[in-house]
T-cell receptor
Framework: DVKVTQSSRYLVKRTGEKVFLECVQDMDHENMFWYRQDPGLGLRLIYFSYDVKMKEKGDIPEGYSVSREKKERFSLILESASTNQTSMYLC????????????FGPGTRLLVL | AQTVTQSQPEMSVQEAETVTLSCTYDTSESDYYLFWYKQPPSRQMILVIRQEAYKQQNATENRFSVNFQKAAKSFSLKISDSQLGDAAMYFCAYRSGPDYKLSFGAGTTVTVRA
Protein backbone atom coordinates (compact mmCIF):
# COMPACT_ATOMS: atom_id res chain seq x y z
CA ASP A 1 0.00 0.00 0.00
CA VAL A 2 1.07 3.51 -0.76
CA LYS A 3 1.84 5.48 2.34
CA VAL A 4 1.92 9.25 2.39
CA THR A 5 2.70 10.81 5.75
CA GLN A 6 2.66 14.39 6.94
CA SER A 7 4.78 15.63 9.80
CA SER A 8 1.97 17.06 11.92
CA ARG A 9 -1.78 16.58 12.20
CA TYR A 10 -2.31 19.87 13.99
CA LEU A 11 -0.15 22.97 14.08
CA VAL A 12 -0.61 26.36 15.74
CA LYS A 13 1.61 29.24 14.64
CA ARG A 14 1.79 33.00 15.10
CA THR A 15 1.41 35.56 12.36
CA GLY A 16 4.76 36.24 10.74
CA GLU A 17 6.33 32.94 11.68
CA LYS A 18 8.03 30.76 9.10
CA VAL A 19 6.22 27.46 8.85
CA PHE A 20 7.42 24.18 7.39
CA LEU A 21 5.01 21.39 6.46
CA GLU A 22 6.67 18.11 5.58
CA CYS A 23 5.37 15.29 3.43
CA VAL A 24 7.01 11.91 2.88
CA GLN A 25 5.94 9.09 0.58
CA ASP A 26 7.37 5.60 0.59
CA MET A 27 6.46 4.35 -2.88
CA ASP A 28 9.12 6.00 -5.03
CA HIS A 29 6.57 8.27 -6.67
CA GLU A 30 7.87 10.90 -9.06
CA ASN A 31 5.03 13.39 -8.58
CA MET A 32 4.14 15.15 -5.36
CA PHE A 33 1.50 17.78 -4.69
CA TRP A 34 0.42 20.26 -2.03
CA TYR A 35 -3.23 21.27 -1.75
CA ARG A 36 -5.15 23.36 0.71
CA GLN A 37 -8.70 22.45 1.64
CA ASP A 38 -11.23 25.03 2.73
CA PRO A 39 -14.97 24.61 3.38
CA GLY A 40 -17.03 25.31 0.30
CA LEU A 41 -13.97 25.52 -1.91
CA GLY A 42 -12.84 21.92 -2.09
CA LEU A 43 -9.14 21.35 -2.65
CA ARG A 44 -6.96 23.84 -4.48
CA LEU A 45 -3.49 23.08 -5.77
CA ILE A 46 -0.69 25.18 -4.33
CA TYR A 47 2.40 23.60 -5.93
CA PHE A 48 3.45 20.34 -7.43
CA SER A 49 6.74 18.67 -8.25
CA TYR A 50 7.39 16.10 -10.95
CA ASP A 51 11.01 15.40 -10.03
CA VAL A 52 13.66 16.24 -7.49
CA LYS A 53 14.36 19.97 -7.46
CA MET A 54 11.59 20.56 -10.01
CA LYS A 55 8.43 22.45 -9.14
CA GLU A 56 5.51 24.13 -10.79
CA LYS A 57 2.98 26.59 -9.46
CA GLY A 58 -0.57 25.50 -9.00
CA ASP A 59 -3.64 27.69 -8.73
CA ILE A 60 -2.80 29.50 -5.49
CA PRO A 61 0.99 29.71 -4.99
CA GLU A 62 1.07 33.20 -3.48
CA GLY A 63 2.54 33.23 0.00
CA TYR A 64 3.96 29.71 -0.34
CA SER A 65 7.15 28.09 -1.54
CA VAL A 66 8.22 24.46 -1.80
CA SER A 67 11.33 22.37 -1.64
CA ARG A 68 12.07 18.93 -2.99
CA GLU A 69 15.64 17.91 -2.28
CA LYS A 70 14.91 14.19 -2.14
CA LYS A 71 12.47 12.16 -4.16
CA GLU A 72 10.46 10.98 -1.17
CA ARG A 73 10.11 14.33 0.57
CA PHE A 74 8.20 17.44 -0.44
CA SER A 75 8.09 20.45 1.86
CA LEU A 76 5.66 23.34 1.86
CA ILE A 77 6.97 26.58 3.31
CA LEU A 78 5.01 29.56 4.52
CA GLU A 79 7.65 32.28 4.59
CA SER A 80 5.61 34.59 6.81
CA ALA A 81 2.41 32.99 8.01
CA SER A 82 -0.78 35.02 7.86
CA THR A 83 -4.22 34.37 9.31
CA ASN A 84 -5.67 33.74 5.85
CA GLN A 85 -3.39 30.73 5.57
CA THR A 86 -5.31 28.98 8.34
CA SER A 87 -6.48 25.86 6.56
CA MET A 88 -6.16 22.11 6.10
CA TYR A 89 -3.13 21.21 4.01
CA LEU A 90 -3.06 17.93 2.10
CA CYS A 91 -0.09 16.33 0.43
CA UNK A 92 -0.43 13.81 -2.38
CA UNK A 93 1.84 11.73 -4.56
CA UNK A 94 1.58 9.72 -7.75
CA UNK A 95 3.68 7.79 -10.19
CA UNK A 96 5.09 9.50 -13.24
CA UNK A 97 2.54 10.12 -15.94
CA UNK A 98 -0.66 12.05 -16.01
CA UNK A 99 -2.81 8.93 -15.95
CA UNK A 100 -1.70 7.90 -12.51
CA UNK A 101 -3.88 8.12 -9.41
CA UNK A 102 -2.95 10.54 -6.68
CA UNK A 103 -2.61 9.20 -3.13
CA PHE A 104 -3.20 11.55 -0.25
CA GLY A 105 -1.72 12.03 3.19
CA PRO A 106 -3.83 12.51 6.33
CA GLY A 107 -3.57 16.31 6.24
CA THR A 108 -2.20 19.00 8.53
CA ARG A 109 -4.65 21.42 10.09
CA LEU A 110 -2.82 24.72 10.49
CA LEU A 111 -4.10 27.53 12.67
CA VAL A 112 -2.36 30.89 12.35
CA LEU A 113 -3.09 33.27 15.21
CA ALA B 1 -9.49 26.75 -15.82
CA GLN B 2 -11.82 23.83 -15.47
CA THR B 3 -14.78 24.15 -13.14
CA VAL B 4 -16.21 21.29 -11.17
CA THR B 5 -19.57 21.83 -9.49
CA GLN B 6 -21.13 19.76 -6.76
CA SER B 7 -24.52 21.27 -6.09
CA GLN B 8 -25.37 19.22 -2.99
CA PRO B 9 -23.46 20.33 0.12
CA GLU B 10 -25.06 17.55 2.19
CA MET B 11 -26.91 14.31 1.57
CA SER B 12 -28.46 11.89 4.02
CA VAL B 13 -29.27 8.25 3.35
CA GLN B 14 -30.75 5.40 5.34
CA GLU B 15 -28.51 2.42 5.84
CA ALA B 16 -28.96 -0.14 3.01
CA GLU B 17 -30.56 2.47 0.75
CA THR B 18 -29.10 4.16 -2.32
CA VAL B 19 -27.86 7.71 -2.65
CA THR B 20 -26.73 9.59 -5.74
CA LEU B 21 -24.29 12.47 -5.66
CA SER B 22 -24.23 14.90 -8.54
CA CYS B 23 -21.26 16.49 -10.25
CA THR B 24 -21.03 18.64 -13.34
CA TYR B 25 -17.92 19.98 -14.98
CA ASP B 26 -16.99 22.45 -17.61
CA THR B 27 -14.37 21.68 -20.24
CA SER B 28 -13.69 22.11 -23.92
CA GLU B 29 -11.30 19.18 -24.04
CA SER B 30 -11.98 15.68 -25.28
CA ASP B 31 -9.24 13.87 -23.35
CA TYR B 32 -9.78 13.96 -19.62
CA TYR B 33 -10.34 11.90 -16.50
CA LEU B 34 -12.95 12.14 -13.79
CA PHE B 35 -12.67 10.93 -10.22
CA TRP B 36 -14.64 10.53 -7.04
CA TYR B 37 -12.63 10.74 -3.84
CA LYS B 38 -13.86 9.93 -0.34
CA GLN B 39 -12.64 11.73 2.75
CA PRO B 40 -13.82 10.03 5.98
CA PRO B 41 -13.76 11.93 9.27
CA SER B 42 -10.18 10.68 9.84
CA ARG B 43 -9.24 12.89 6.87
CA GLN B 44 -7.26 10.44 4.71
CA MET B 45 -8.57 11.00 1.20
CA ILE B 46 -8.97 7.84 -0.85
CA LEU B 47 -9.93 7.20 -4.45
CA VAL B 48 -13.38 5.66 -4.89
CA ILE B 49 -13.68 5.44 -8.64
CA ARG B 50 -12.28 6.90 -11.84
CA GLN B 51 -13.59 7.29 -15.34
CA GLU B 52 -11.71 7.93 -18.56
CA ALA B 53 -13.62 10.24 -20.87
CA TYR B 54 -12.93 8.09 -23.93
CA LYS B 55 -14.67 5.10 -22.32
CA GLN B 56 -18.39 4.98 -22.89
CA GLN B 57 -18.98 2.31 -20.28
CA ASN B 58 -19.69 3.62 -16.81
CA ALA B 59 -17.12 2.65 -14.19
CA THR B 60 -18.16 0.43 -11.30
CA GLU B 61 -16.38 -0.52 -8.07
CA ASN B 62 -18.43 -2.86 -5.92
CA ARG B 63 -21.29 -0.76 -4.45
CA PHE B 64 -20.07 2.41 -6.15
CA SER B 65 -20.98 3.23 -9.73
CA VAL B 66 -21.03 6.32 -11.87
CA ASN B 67 -23.37 7.72 -14.47
CA PHE B 68 -21.11 9.45 -16.96
CA GLN B 69 -23.01 11.67 -19.39
CA LYS B 70 -20.31 13.18 -21.59
CA ALA B 71 -22.52 15.43 -23.68
CA ALA B 72 -24.18 16.84 -20.58
CA LYS B 73 -20.82 17.03 -18.76
CA SER B 74 -22.30 15.21 -15.83
CA PHE B 75 -20.61 12.61 -13.61
CA SER B 76 -22.79 11.38 -10.76
CA LEU B 77 -21.85 8.82 -8.14
CA LYS B 78 -24.30 6.19 -6.93
CA ILE B 79 -23.70 4.45 -3.63
CA SER B 80 -25.83 1.33 -3.36
CA ASP B 81 -26.64 -0.57 -0.15
CA SER B 82 -25.22 2.30 1.92
CA GLN B 83 -23.20 1.35 4.97
CA LEU B 84 -22.26 3.33 8.06
CA GLY B 85 -18.67 3.35 6.83
CA ASP B 86 -19.74 5.28 3.73
CA ALA B 87 -20.27 8.39 5.84
CA ALA B 88 -17.73 10.90 4.56
CA MET B 89 -17.20 13.91 2.39
CA TYR B 90 -17.10 13.03 -1.28
CA PHE B 91 -15.22 15.08 -3.82
CA CYS B 92 -15.63 15.04 -7.56
CA ALA B 93 -12.43 15.86 -9.45
CA TYR B 94 -11.39 16.49 -13.04
CA ARG B 95 -8.05 16.18 -14.74
CA SER B 96 -7.18 17.10 -18.29
CA GLY B 97 -5.43 14.31 -20.21
CA PRO B 98 -1.99 15.90 -20.53
CA ASP B 99 -2.08 17.65 -17.16
CA TYR B 100 -1.06 16.63 -13.65
CA LYS B 101 -3.43 18.97 -11.93
CA LEU B 102 -6.70 17.85 -10.34
CA SER B 103 -9.57 20.32 -10.13
CA PHE B 104 -11.93 19.55 -7.27
CA GLY B 105 -15.53 20.35 -6.55
CA ALA B 106 -16.58 21.79 -3.18
CA GLY B 107 -17.56 18.40 -1.82
CA THR B 108 -20.73 16.67 -0.60
CA THR B 109 -21.05 15.44 2.96
CA VAL B 110 -22.86 12.11 3.16
CA THR B 111 -24.51 11.06 6.39
CA VAL B 112 -25.72 7.49 6.81
CA ARG B 113 -28.61 6.92 9.22
CA ALA B 114 -28.72 3.63 11.10
Amino acid sequence: DVKVTQSSRYLVKRTGEKVFLECVQDMDHENMFWYRQDPGLGLRLIYFSYDVKMKEKGDIPEGYSVSREKKERFSLILESASTNQTSMYLCASSLEGTQETQYFGPGTRLLVL
Amino acid sequence: AQTVTQSQPEMSVQEAETVTLSCTYDTSESDYYLFWYKQPPSRQMILVIRQEAYKQQNATENRFSVNFQKAAKSFSLKISDSQLGDAAMYFCAYRSGPDYKLSFGAGTTVTVRA
